[in-house]
């Protein structure tokens, strides 16, 4: 009798759980295709305003996310991207991302000239009539619509044309896209001559990226894809150095007038290019051997090639553009003012201004462990609450003494930043 009671509750527990994925795939079949909708606009304005400006739709050949996992959890980044269902109102998708012109909107230029700069959002297409809405968070962390567009999917003026003819490779093979984190590497400043070169360079920088934890334990969650995008020119722009190179995403050093601060502007082309293969990141390699990198959540991470810290440059911008953690440096020299306002307590999950710690990580440390914590010999190596991080010294506190998103004097995350990746990695492949 005792042993029919149990068969019958184990069938019953995995009825419910296999119910459950039908559902959630269901629900996706209910509303989209496996294809992507990109919505492309523009950004502009000054330190003070931003207004958007819509350009185009396009429709891309793959979808590389989740059919699960489709509302966003985290609520991290500058903007969220909304996608509600016409008819019903429902909402059926959403994805918090930043950009680089809210970056700009905290530089001295920006309290000078307007500026614009190209922007792009992806979402599963659509079966059906949907209304797109764009939120930026404000300095008090609340989001404000700031843009909405009605899209009928069979609308014919949706750009259909075919993604562009790059040889591509999948170096890391672990299984469907729909269930693993697909990254696209794309080359930057190789020529056509040096794409053996880009292979190589992929291959090592994808290995050291698997020799982090808590990527090598995940790394059957991960397919790794790489584009050949040939440049005319070898390398990237240095403006400060009158270093000018025609490349294929006009990548270039000192943004914002920091020369280690490696990004592009041209995200047209990059989505393009990545489109040629199922997504979830982008990763940009430039061909160089500079130190510099950058990466921007949900948009693209990006790192020099062949500089002797590039294997750190590779992972820490990762955790930047797909964890969307912060940076725990505030020695160095950055662009930015007022970068966080300190009376209210920042989204990203590995700093915290003390307004509302209960939420990030004050549950993992040991109750001895003071608020703040002194950087003493008997708490250096502990999980604790030391000042100093997001750019200032003052007011905004980090995990460790030292971690990955600080310093390359280590080769680890700190454990609220490894929490924080591995969940990022939950939501994409289960």
Known sequence: ?????????????????????????????DFFISKTLRLDYHNAGNADTSMIFFERLKEEPFWGGSKVN??????YGDYMLSVFDSISNKLIYSRGYSTLFLEWQTTKEAKKINKSFYETVIMPYPKKTIRIELSIRDKKN??????????NPDNYFIVAENTPR???????????SNKKLDIVIISEGYKKSEMKKFLADSERLTDSLFSFSPFKENKDKFNVWIVEAPSINSGTDIPGHDIWKETVLNSNFFTFDSE???TTKDIKTTRNIAAVVPYDQIYILVNTAKYGGGAIYNHYNLS??????????????????FASLADEYYTSDVSYNDYYDLTVEPYQANITTLVDFDKKWK????????????????????????EGGGYLAKGIYRPKFNCLMKSFSTNEFCPVCKKAIIEMIKFYTE
């Open 260 to 262: 280690r601060y490696l």
């Open 70 to 75: 489709l509302i966003d959890k985290f609520a």
């Open 166 to 176: 790059l040889k591509y490779h999948k170096i890391v093979n672990s299984g469907m």
């Open 363 to 386: 549950s993992m440390l040991d109750k001895n462990t003071p608020v703040p914590t002194p950087t003493t010999k008997k708490y250096i190596d502990k999980l604790g609450v030391f």
């Open 304 to 321: 020099c090639s062949d500089h002797a810290l590039a294997h750190f440059v590779f992972v820490h911008e990762l955790g930047h553009g």
């Open 142 to 151: 609340k989001f404000t619509t700031i843009f909405k567009l009605d899209v």
């Open 1 to 29: 009798m005792r042993n029919r009671i149990v068969i019958k509750l184990i069938i019953s527990i995995v009825f419910v759980f296999f119910s459950n994925i039908a559902y959630s795939q269901t629900e996706f079949d």
